[in-house]
C-alpha cells in the first residue's frame, strides 16, 4: 500500500521518484510511431533527463530528470522544438475542468432523468386509466387485471370516478385495452427505462450487478407475465389461474425508480457545492503591468515577479506580495474570517480573496499547483476521493447485495408457490417482484461518502481543511487537545520588552545598553530561533547595526553563543548560564518577575560574566482565551506545551485559561510528549504551527496545522486552520463530531430499510397480519431510501460552526 | 407437495446456485499484466457495465499507469475508487482518464465504482515474481 504523501502526489505534475523527478507532459499532434519515436529521441538527448518514454495512444511523454540540471519547463521547450504541441498539465486546471466535467455530467444525467421521470409519470396515469376497465370487468369474473394490492385497491377506489367521467373506456373491449397497455408499457420500458436494461446487462456480462439488474429484473419479470396474460390468457385460464396483467405497476416502478435517480442527482450534485464555489473563485483574467502599461492577461499566463494591479471590487487574480497601495482584503472565502483584513507594501494576498476599498499593486509571488487556491482545492478533492474506515462494512454488505437479494426473491417465490393455498404462481411472482424492487443497494453506497463531500465543503467553507474521511473520522474521537504555544496560543511575533544591565556591569562588563543590545543582536543574526529574531528586529529599530559573530552555536532549549569582536557573547537561560559557570543571582529576582508577566526572560554574558537580561514577550493571539474555554465545554482536556521556562509558560497557561502545562520542551521532546499522552489511553489531537512540530503533528492521532505556515505542515497534518485562530480546532472537532454522527444515521437507515423492507416484501407479515406489499409501493420506497441519505448529509450544510 | 411444487423447489434451488455461482466464483477473470512503458506500467481498462479487464497485475515499486476508457453514460460507473491509494476520480464518459500511484507493497488491492458495484483488482507482485 502506498503511503499517504506518495498518495497526494498523484495528480498529474513533477512528482519525486527515486532521487529526481518524474513529469508526465501531454503531447499533441502525433500521429505515428516515427513522431512519438522523435519527441522521444529529442528528451532522451535532453541534459539532466534520465529516461524518457513517449506514449503515442495516450499522446503523453512520461520523463524522469534531475531536477538540478533541468526543469519540466525546459522539457516543454524541448517537445515544442520538435513542432509538435505540449503543455504542462496544470493541476488546478484540472482540479477545475474535472469539476466542470462533472457538474455538466450531472447537469446532464438530472436533466435526462427528470424529463424520463415526468413522461412515464403521465404514461403511467394513462395506464392506470386503461387498466380499470379491465379491473371492473375482472370482478364480474372476466378478464384478468392487476394483482398488485396497493394499485388494486387505489383503482378500486377510483374506478367508479372514472367510469362517470369517461364511460367510453368502460365499453372498449378488453383484449384491444390490454394491447393497447402492452404497447404503452414497452414505449416505457424501450425510451425511458431503456438503461436499466441495457446496464444490467453489461453489468451481467461482467458478472456483477447493481442496482440496474434489480429494477431491469422485477419490471422484466412483471412485464413478461403480462404479455403471456395477454397474448394467451386461455392458457392460464386452463391452469386455474387469472391472467393477470401487472403494466400499470410496471410504468409505475420505472417512473418512480427515474423520479428518485433524479432527485437524487440533484441532491448529489449539492454535496460538492463548496468545491464548485472555491473552483470558481479564481478570476479569468488579470491586469499584469508589462512595460509599464497596464495589461489585461488570461490568469494561467501571470508569471513569477510580474507586478498585477487591483482595484476595488477586484478578485485579487494569483498569490502575491503587496508593492504598493494598501487596501482591506476579503479572505472568508478561503480563510471564514469575516473582517476584511488590512494589506499594506510587504503583506501577503492570496489569488481568490476579494478585494474591498483601495487600490494596490503587487508582485505574483506563487503561481499555479502551488497557489494557495489549488492548493486548498487539491486538497479538498483528495479528502472527498478519500473512505472512512467506517464505510468498510457498508462495502463489504455492498459486493454481495445485489446476488444476495435476487437468490432471496428466489426464495420468496419458491416458498409462497408452495404454502399459498390460492393463486399461488400470483402471489410468488408478486412477492418476488416485490423483494427485487424494494432492495437497495444505492443507499448503502451513498450514505458515508456524501457525509464526507459535504462536510469537508462545510469545513473549508469556515477555514478548516479536513484531509480525508480517515481524518475526519479519527478526530471525533479526540479527548485531549495538545497546543504548540508559540504561534498558536501566542502571536508567534515576539518583541522585546525590557532590556537592563546588570547591577555593577555598566562600564565593567559593557559599556552601556546599547553595547548590550549589539553585541547579543550580533550572535542572534546567526539564529533562527523566533525570539533571536525579536531580539534582532528590536536591535534594527535601534538603529544598531549588528557585528559579524564568529564561531556562532545554537544550543538546543538553552540559547545560543558566539564570539563577537573577539568577546565571548552567551544568550539564553539559566541553564545556559551554569554551562558557563556565570552566576545569575543578581538578576534572579528580575528574571522571575518577568516570567510572572508572560514574559519569556535571557540572560546574556559576556566573557564569562553577567551582563544584563533581555525580555521578550510573545502577546497571546486575540480569542485563544475564548477558544480554549470552548474545547473546555465540548468535554476536552487541554494541554500546552513549550519550550519556554516553566514560570512564563505557567503565566501564559493562566492567561489563556489553559490547566495543564508542560514546559520546557526541546523540540524533539515533543514527539514523546505527544506519544506519553497517548500511552495514557487518550486521543490526541497536536495543534501547532508546523515550523517545528510537523514530527509530532504526524505523531498525534490527529495534527493540526494553525495558519497557513509551511507547507510541512500541511503534509503532515490531518487537518490545516487557514485562519490564526484557535477556534478552528474546536469548530474542526465539532464538524467531526457531527458528520459521524450524520455517517451513522445514514448507515443505520440504509442498513435498517433493506434489513426490514426486503422481508416485508418477501410477506414474513402475511401469515399473522395478512400484509403483502405492493410491488409499485416497494418501488417508491427504494426510490426515496437513498435520496433520504443524501439528503440528511446535506443537513450538515446548515451546522454552525463558529 | 404436489409435482408442480417439488418442480419449482427444484428449479429455485438450482437457479440460487447459479445465480450464486455466477456472480461470485464465474466472475474471476484471469489478470492481465501491465505493459512496461519507460518506466510506467500501464493498462487501459475498458469501463463498460463493468472493468475490463478486472484484474490488473502490476509489479511493486514502479509507477503504474491505469487508463480508464469509459464507454458509457451510466452514472454508476462515473467515479473509479482506488480506496488503498487514496484515490477518487471522476471518468468523463467517452473519454479515457489516467490514474497513477506507486505500490510499494505486494498484495492484492480492489478498485471499485464510487458506490462499490462494480469491481477490479490489481495484484501487486514483487520484482522478481513480476519479470518471471
Redo the contacts between chains.
Sequence with gaps: ????T???R?G?GPEA?GGGD?V?IPVSGMTCAACSGRVQRALSKQAGVK?????LM?GNA?V?FDPAATSPDALVETVRATGYGAELPRPERTAFD?QA??DR?QEE?FRELSLKAGVSIVAAAVAMAASMPLMAADAHGGHGATVDPFMRWVMGWLSPLLERAMPWLYAVPGPVLSYGLLALTAGVMGWAGR?FYT?A????????????TLVALGTGAAFLYSVAATVAPGFFVARGVAPDIYYEAVVFIIALVLAG?ALE?RAKGQTSAALRALANLRPETARVLRDGVEVELPTEEVRHGDVLAVRPGERVPVDGEVVTGGSAVDESMLTGESVPVRKGPGDRVIGGTINRTGAFRYRATTLGADSVLSRIVKLMR?A????APIQRL??RI???F??VV??IA??T??VW??AADSAPGVRAFAAAVAVLIIAC??AM??AV?TAVMVATGKGAEAGVLVK?GEALQRARDVDTVVLDKTGTVTEGRPTVTELALAPGARGEVVASEEELLRLTASVEAQSEHPLADAVVQHASARGIVPAHAESFEAVTGRGAVGVVEGRAVAIGNARLMEDYAVRTDPLRADAERLAEQAKTPMYVAVDGRLAGLVAVSDPIRAGSREAIARMKRMGLEVVMLTGDNRRTAEAVAREAGVDRVVAEVLPEGKVAEVARLQGEGRTVAMVGDGINDAPALARADVGVAIGTGSDVAMEASDVTLMRGDLDGVASAIELSRRTMRTMKQNLFWAFVYNVVGIPVAAGVLYPAFGMLLSPVLASAAMAFSSVSVVTNSLRLRGIRLA | MNTADVMVVVAGIAAIAWVNFYFFVGGRTPARSAAALGGVQEVTVVVRGGYEPAHVRVTRGAPVRLVFDRQETSGCSEEVVLPDFGIRRFLPAHRKTAVEFTPDRAGSYDFTCGMSMLRGRITVVDRKEGES
Design positions: 500500500m502506498t503511503t499517504r506518495e498518495a497526494a498523484n498529474p521518484a518524474r508526465t529516461e524518457a518514454a513517449v506514449n495516450l512520461t524522469s474535472e466535467d462533472r455530467a444525467e438503461h446496464r446487462w453489461a453489468a451481467f456480462r461482467h458478472h456483477a450487478a447493481d442496482m440496474n435517480n442527482a483528495d472527498q476521493g478519500s473512505r457498508a462495502d455492498s459486493a454481495v445485489v446476488p435476487i437468490s428466489i426464495a417465490f419458491v408457490f408452495v443497494p444505492c453506497g451513498l461518502p480525508g
